[in-house]
Protein backbone atom coordinates (compact mmCIF):
# COMPACT_ATOMS: atom_id res chain seq x y z
CA UNK A 1 0.00 0.00 0.00
CA UNK A 2 3.03 2.78 0.83
CA UNK A 3 4.43 1.65 -2.73
CA UNK A 4 1.65 2.44 -4.15
CA UNK A 5 0.70 5.97 -2.50
CA UNK A 6 4.27 6.72 -3.45
CA UNK A 7 3.92 5.79 -7.24
CA UNK A 8 0.73 7.91 -7.18
CA UNK A 9 2.48 10.83 -5.53
CA UNK A 10 5.18 10.74 -8.05
CA UNK A 11 2.99 10.17 -10.88
CA UNK A 12 0.98 13.02 -10.13
CA UNK A 13 3.66 15.49 -9.66
CA UNK A 14 5.58 14.13 -13.21
CA UNK A 15 2.18 14.62 -14.92
CA UNK A 16 1.42 18.00 -14.12
CA UNK A 17 5.14 19.08 -14.93
CA UNK A 18 5.03 17.32 -18.17
CA UNK A 19 1.79 18.63 -19.19
CA UNK A 20 3.02 22.15 -18.63
CA UNK A 21 6.20 21.62 -20.60
CA UNK A 22 4.64 19.94 -23.21
CA UNK A 23 1.96 22.95 -23.60
CA UNK A 24 5.05 25.50 -23.28
CA UNK A 25 7.19 23.94 -26.07
CA UNK A 26 4.44 23.94 -28.22
CA UNK A 27 3.57 27.38 -27.44
CA UNK A 28 7.42 28.01 -27.81
CA UNK A 29 7.66 26.65 -31.70
CA UNK A 30 4.34 27.45 -32.87
CA UNK A 31 3.26 31.09 -31.67
CA UNK A 32 5.07 34.36 -32.00
CA UNK A 33 6.57 35.67 -29.06
CA UNK A 34 4.47 38.75 -27.80
CA UNK A 35 1.75 37.85 -30.38
CA UNK A 36 -2.12 37.61 -29.46
CA UNK A 37 -4.83 35.34 -31.21
CA UNK A 38 -8.16 35.06 -30.87
CA UNK A 39 -9.65 31.25 -29.89
CA UNK A 40 -13.49 32.63 -28.99
CA UNK A 41 -13.39 36.37 -29.89
CA UNK A 42 -11.70 38.40 -27.07
CA UNK A 43 -13.48 36.11 -24.22
CA UNK A 44 -10.38 33.53 -24.74
CA UNK A 45 -7.22 34.51 -26.09
CA UNK A 46 -3.57 32.81 -27.05
CA UNK A 47 -0.56 34.72 -26.59
CA UNK A 48 3.53 34.34 -26.29
CA UNK A 49 4.60 36.43 -23.06
CA UNK A 50 7.54 35.66 -21.26
CA UNK A 51 6.91 36.89 -17.57
CA UNK A 52 9.99 37.60 -15.66
CA UNK A 53 8.20 37.97 -12.28
CA UNK A 54 5.76 35.60 -10.56
CA UNK A 55 2.33 35.92 -10.60
CA UNK A 56 1.10 38.90 -13.02
CA UNK A 57 4.30 40.12 -13.72
CA UNK A 58 5.59 40.83 -10.15
CA UNK A 59 9.03 41.14 -9.16
CA UNK A 60 10.31 41.60 -12.54
CA UNK A 61 12.07 44.63 -11.39
CA UNK A 62 13.82 43.13 -8.32
CA UNK A 63 17.48 43.74 -8.47
CA UNK A 64 18.49 40.15 -9.43
CA UNK A 65 20.12 39.09 -6.11
CA UNK A 66 16.46 39.72 -4.59
CA UNK A 67 14.71 37.99 -8.15
CA UNK A 68 16.69 34.55 -7.43
CA UNK A 69 16.14 34.55 -3.48
CA UNK A 70 12.21 35.52 -4.06
CA UNK A 71 11.45 33.41 -7.67
CA UNK A 72 13.70 30.47 -7.09
CA UNK A 73 15.54 29.61 -3.61
CA UNK A 74 12.68 30.59 -1.26
CA UNK A 75 9.84 29.01 -3.56
CA UNK A 76 12.38 25.55 -3.99
CA UNK A 77 12.81 25.45 -0.09
CA UNK A 78 8.52 26.15 0.44
CA UNK A 79 7.86 23.06 -2.65
CA UNK A 80 10.56 20.65 -1.02
CA UNK A 81 8.76 21.11 2.71
CA UNK A 82 5.61 20.78 0.89
CA UNK A 83 6.62 17.30 -0.69
CA UNK A 84 8.09 16.13 2.85
CA UNK A 85 4.92 17.01 3.92
CA UNK A 86 2.81 14.70 1.29
CA UNK A 87 4.95 11.97 1.85
CA UNK A 88 5.30 11.86 5.62
CA UNK A 89 1.49 12.53 6.27
CA UNK A 90 -0.30 9.60 5.60
CA UNK A 91 -3.57 10.81 6.77
CA UNK A 92 -3.91 13.25 3.63
CA UNK A 93 -7.46 12.80 2.43
CA UNK A 94 -7.36 12.20 -1.19
CA UNK A 95 -8.28 15.99 -2.19
CA UNK A 96 -5.64 17.21 -0.54
CA UNK A 97 -3.21 14.77 -1.35
CA UNK A 98 -3.74 15.20 -4.93
CA UNK A 99 -3.99 19.05 -4.54
CA UNK A 100 -0.83 19.34 -2.80
CA UNK A 101 0.80 17.27 -5.97
CA UNK A 102 -0.75 19.81 -8.59
CA UNK A 103 0.80 22.59 -6.36
CA UNK A 104 3.87 20.76 -6.49
CA UNK A 105 4.02 19.63 -9.86
CA UNK A 106 3.17 23.51 -10.79
CA UNK A 107 5.39 25.45 -8.39
CA UNK A 108 8.36 22.92 -10.21
CA UNK A 109 7.59 23.38 -13.96
CA UNK A 110 7.60 27.75 -13.02
CA UNK A 111 10.50 27.43 -11.61
CA UNK A 112 12.09 24.82 -13.96
CA UNK A 113 11.40 27.44 -16.60
CA UNK A 114 13.04 30.47 -14.19
CA UNK A 115 16.39 28.38 -14.29
CA UNK A 116 16.14 27.37 -17.63
CA UNK A 117 14.72 30.55 -19.46
CA UNK A 118 15.32 33.06 -16.76
CA UNK A 119 11.32 33.98 -17.33
CA UNK A 120 8.29 31.83 -17.74
CA UNK A 121 6.17 31.12 -20.84
CA UNK A 122 2.35 32.33 -20.20
CA UNK A 123 -0.46 31.86 -22.74
CA UNK A 124 -3.78 31.85 -21.93
CA UNK A 125 -5.84 34.98 -21.31
CA UNK A 126 -9.78 34.94 -20.26
CA UNK A 127 -11.83 38.42 -20.06
CA UNK A 128 -15.41 37.71 -20.03
CA UNK A 129 -16.55 41.60 -20.45
CA UNK A 130 -14.79 42.45 -16.86
CA UNK A 131 -17.12 40.45 -14.95
CA UNK A 132 -14.33 37.77 -14.94
CA UNK A 133 -10.58 38.77 -16.24
CA UNK A 134 -7.55 36.71 -15.61
CA UNK A 135 -3.58 38.09 -16.16
CA UNK A 136 -1.89 35.92 -19.20
CA UNK A 137 -1.34 32.44 -17.61
CA UNK A 138 -0.16 28.97 -18.50
CA UNK A 139 -0.62 25.43 -17.31
CA UNK A 140 1.51 25.14 -14.35
CA UNK A 141 -0.78 28.32 -12.82
CA UNK A 142 -3.57 26.42 -13.40
CA UNK A 143 -2.65 22.99 -11.58
CA UNK A 144 -1.26 24.92 -8.65
CA UNK A 145 -5.13 26.82 -8.38
CA UNK A 146 -6.50 23.42 -8.82
CA UNK A 147 -4.57 22.20 -6.46
CA UNK A 148 -5.67 24.84 -4.10
CA UNK A 149 -9.30 24.12 -4.53
CA UNK A 150 -8.98 20.83 -4.33
CA UNK A 151 -7.35 22.00 -0.41
CA UNK A 152 -10.48 23.65 0.25
CA UNK A 153 -12.35 21.16 -1.08
CA UNK A 154 -10.58 18.70 1.48
CA UNK A 155 -10.22 21.33 4.26
CA UNK A 156 -14.42 21.76 3.90
CA UNK A 157 -15.54 17.52 3.42
CA UNK A 158 -12.78 17.28 6.59
CA UNK A 159 -15.07 19.64 9.06
CA UNK A 160 -18.38 18.57 7.62
CA UNK A 161 -17.76 15.24 8.89
Not at 80 to 98: E, G, M, P, Q, T
Not at 135 to 142: C, L, Q, R, S, V
Request: hydrophobic share 50%.
Amino acid sequence: MKNKRTLLIVLLVIFNIAIDQISKFWIRANVIAGSKSQIIGDYFTLHNVENEGAFLGLGSDFNPILKIILLNVLPIVVLALVLLHVFRDKNLDKFSLIGFCCIIGGGVANIYDRILYKSVTDFWHIDLGGVFRTGIFNIADMSVMLGMGLLLLGNFKKKKA
